[in-house]
């Protein structure tokens, strides 16, 4: 069993900032790429940013400049940094992580249950 935890969430002001955490736990034998995906009122669920497993990053052209990515693979733990927070960056952000459970299984993607952010004056 994989477990797939965020926390961090909340209401801040415009030009606030928030930090995401997003823990995996369980049975893992060793994690790809972890990322953040966010889903707002009648949108589509969309990529925020992402960091490989060598440190390779990359964002959502939305977040650019604002946000960063970081992972801390003794923890297995990725953090989503969010600067300069704009009301449109309202959303269910989602973690996902992309884990392989054994040496000879494949890699799946795992998902957390998802925190809300809204940000509003």
């Known amino acids: 069993q994989v477990q797939v935890v965020e926390s961090g969430g909340g209401l801040v002001q415009p030009g606030g900032s928030l930090r995401l955490s997003c823990a995996a736990s369980g049975s893992i034998f060793s994690i790809d790429a972890m990322g953040w995906y966010r889903q707002a009122p009648g949108k589509q669920r969309e990529l925020v940013a992402v960091?490989?497993?060598?440190?390779?990053?990359n964002f959502a052209d939305s977040v650019k400049g604002r946000f960063t990515i970081s992972r801390d693979n003794a923890k297995n733990t990725v953090y989503l940094q969010m600067n300069s927070l704009k009301p449109e960056d309202t959303a269910v952000y989602y973690c996902?992580?992309?884990?392989?459970?054994?040496?000879?299984?494949?890699?799946?993607?795992?998902w957390g249950q998802g925190t809300q952010v809204t940000v509003s004056s």
């Open positions: 960091i490989a497993s060598g440190g390779w990053r």
């Open positions: 996902n992580v992309r884990i392989q459970v054994a040496s000879a299984s494949g890699v799946y993607d795992y």
